[in-house]
């Protein structure tokens, strides 16, 4: 395969950079339980629901008719699975990622865009203690935007000529297409399946002899 030649890498957060499902998994059933339902989260489930925006995963797991309500209990979950990533001493980067960025940092310049919610990407930064290999990030909660929008709006303000994403799951493909960027699918993370990339990689490692 030949290798890709970039002037910015542009990373998703979760099934890519790292898994925080089993952390989250329990927040996000306190939460439920908390503003009265009876819903259950498995590491599986999440894995199905990240990638889309926060109110999206709303609308999809949240029974009860009532939107206002759907979205109150989501930023419960959220409010809840950040405190509980603070009070975590695990490491839920993959394994290779640090080793991997900063190799990558040396030969092009990289960036972050996700669906999370605002400060979500920041305490990845200061938890893995990488912010420094970074030039740029955004995501869904800083301005409400999709994931193709914030991909073309990265792109535009940091002037990069021939930009490459890396994800997981087909919603991630789909915005790169709309974007006009090319994906590089990251195989290990949650997605089964993916219907066309320019790279695949089993694991994060990888990354280093697919880039140029």
Not at 79 to 108: C, F, I, Q, V, W
Not at 179 to 198: H, L, N, R, T
């Amino acid at each position: 395969m030949d290798k890709i030649y970039t002037d910015g890498i542009i990373f998703d957060m979760d099934g890519t950079i790292w898994d925080n499902t089993p952390v989250f998994a329990p927040s996000w059933e306190r939460a439920c339980k908390d503003m009265g339902y009876d819903v259950k989260f498995t590491q599986d489930k999440l894995k199905g629901l990240f990638g889309k925006t926060m109110t999206d995963i709303a609308d999809a797991c949240i029974p009860d008719e009532n939107a206002d309500r759907r979205y109150a209990t989501l930023k419960l979950c959220e409010e809840y699975e950040m405190k509980d990533l603070e009070e975590s001493t695990a490491d839920t980067t993959y394994p290779g990622l640090a080793e991997t960025l900063k190799k990558l940092s040396k030969r092009t310049k990289l960036y972050i865009v996700s669906n999370c919610q605002s400060g979500y990407i920041e305490t990845f930064l200061e938890r893995s203690k990488l912010g420094y290999l970074f030039t740029d990030f955004i995501c869904y909660g800083d301005n409400g935007l999709g994931k193709a929008d914030n991909i073309k709006g990265l792109v535009a303000k940091n002037n990069i000529n021939h930009p490459v994403y890396i994800g997981d799951i087909q919603g991630d493909k789909d915005a790169c297409d709309k974007a006009g960027v090319d994906f590089i699918w990251a195989a290990y993370g949650y997605g089964k399946s993916v219907d066309g990339y320019v790279a695949k990689v089993e694991d994060i490692k990888e990354l280093d002899n697919v880039i140029g």
